[in-house]
């Protein structure tokens, strides 16, 4: 198990690995993440599952290298084995029949949100899908993101592709020309902080899915620890997706910027 069986670059440093890992695959469900390890004193790393064929018995992986570990990973081949692929690990995505879902990704968030919107879509919603990056190099899984999506709109920053914009001027859009019964957030911290702020203003329900730092993966360390509703929660094991309108995102922020330094080395 954990041998990598097919690698692709989505950029540079973006790379998507379909790794063998059956059970995982058997068990997984949208929202569902696995924390790896390459290499015996390598760190911890949480990947959200983009995908899974229990056919195949394979799960599909995308990794954006950052630091020195993510870098070693995304470094590894066909063949590779990755030392350790732990999973699956935290709370599914809560899915039914929302009436239309707004599903915004930013970046690599865009590889989690991608099992989310085939979801929503399976389960009889209108999915709208707003893409957004820096630029059209950074867009991931566009044509993935069309087959389950009644529409999908594209935000880049430098307007090389799509719309020139960010994300939060997609979803306005949306929400000013229809009803929006649901959002789904996931990219980067500040992202779905915005997101939510303008949700909020519109009060339509919001779901984040939370990239906190994480050790174990099993609520025993703390270190994935956030404040929603004013309550202690660990990302781990009661998340990742939690009320976005509910989470201290300046605390999260503050948070996940601890060990910037430490990360680039």
């Given at each position: 198990?954990n041998?990598?069986?097919?690698?692709?670059?989505?950029?540079?440093?973006v790379?998507?690995?379909?790794?063998e890992?059956?059970?995982?695959?058997?068990?997984?469900?949208a929202?569902?993440?696995?924390?790896?390890?390459?290499?015996?004193?390598?760190?911890?790393?949480?990947?959200?599952?983009?995908?899974?064929?229990?056919k195949a018995?394979?799960?599909?992986?995308?990794?954006q290298?950052?630091?020195?570990?993510?870098?070693?990973?995304?470094?590894?081949?066909?063949?590779?084995?990755?030392?350790?692929?732990?999973?699956?690990?935290?709370?599914?995505?809560?899915?039914?029949k929302?009436?239309?879902?707004?599903?915004?990704?930013?970046?690599?968030?865009?590889?989690?949100?991608?099992?989310?919107?085939?979801?929503?879509?399976?389960?009889?919603?209108?999915?709208?899908?707003?893409?957004?990056a820096?630029?059209?190099?950074?867009?991931?899984?566009?044509k993935?993101?069309?087959?389950?999506?009644?529409?999908v709109?594209?935000?880049?920053?430098?307007?090389?592709?799509?719309?020139?914009?960010?994300?939060?001027q997609?979803?306005?859009?949306?929400?000013?020309?229809e009803?929006?019964?649901?959002?789904?957030?996931?990219g980067?911290?500040?992202m779905?902080?915005?997101?939510?702020?303008?949700?909020?203003?519109?009060?339509?329900?919001?779901?984040?899915?939370l990239?906190?730092?994480?050790v174990?993966?099993?609520?025993?360390?703390?270190?994935c620890?956030?404040?929603?509703d004013g309550?202690?929660?660990?990302?781990?094991?009661?998340?990742p997706?939690?009320?976005a309108?509910?989470?201290?995102?300046?605390?999260?922020?503050?948070?996940?910027?601890?060990?910037?330094?430490?990360?680039s080395?």
């Amino acid at each position: 198990m954990n041998r990598i069986v097919a690698k692709e670059y989505f950029s540079e440093k973006v790379v998507k690995f379909v790794v063998e890992a059956p059970l995982i695959a058997k068990a997984r469900k949208a929202g569902h993440f696995v924390i790896v390890r390459v290499g015996e004193k390598g760190e911890r790393i949480p990947l959200t599952i983009a995908a899974a064929d229990v056919k195949a018995g394979t799960i599909t992986l995308v990794v954006q290298a950052v630091g020195k570990s993510s870098s070693k990973l995304c470094a590894l081949n066909p063949g590779d084995y990755i030392t350790d692929v732990v999973g699956p690990l935290g709370r599914a995505t809560h899915i039914e029949k929302f009436g239309t879902v707004v599903c915004c990704g930013g970046g690599v968030g865009c590889a989690p949100l991608l099992p989310i919107v085939a979801a929503m879509k399976e389960a009889g919603n209108r999915v709208i899908t707003v893409l957004a990056a820096r630029t059209k190099e950074l867009i991931i899984l566009e044509k993935q993101m069309r087959e389950y999506s009644d529409e999908v709109i594209i935000m880049t920053d430098d307007g090389s592709y799509g719309n020139k914009g960010l994300v939060t001027q997609g979803v306005e859009a949306v929400i000013n020309r229809e009803k929006v019964d649901l959002c789904v957030t996931i990219g980067p911290a500040v992202m779905m902080k915005f997101v939510s702020l303008l949700t909020r203003k519109y009060d339509i329900p919001t779901v984040a899915s939370l990239n906190t730092i994480m050790v174990d993966g099993t609520g025993m360390c703390g270190a994935c620890r956030i404040t929603v509703d004013g309550k202690t929660r660990f990302v781990c094991i009661d998340g990742p997706e939690f009320d976005a309108h509910q989470v201290d995102f300046d605390e999260m922020l503050m948070r996940l910027s601890s060990y910037k330094d430490l990360e680039s080395k």
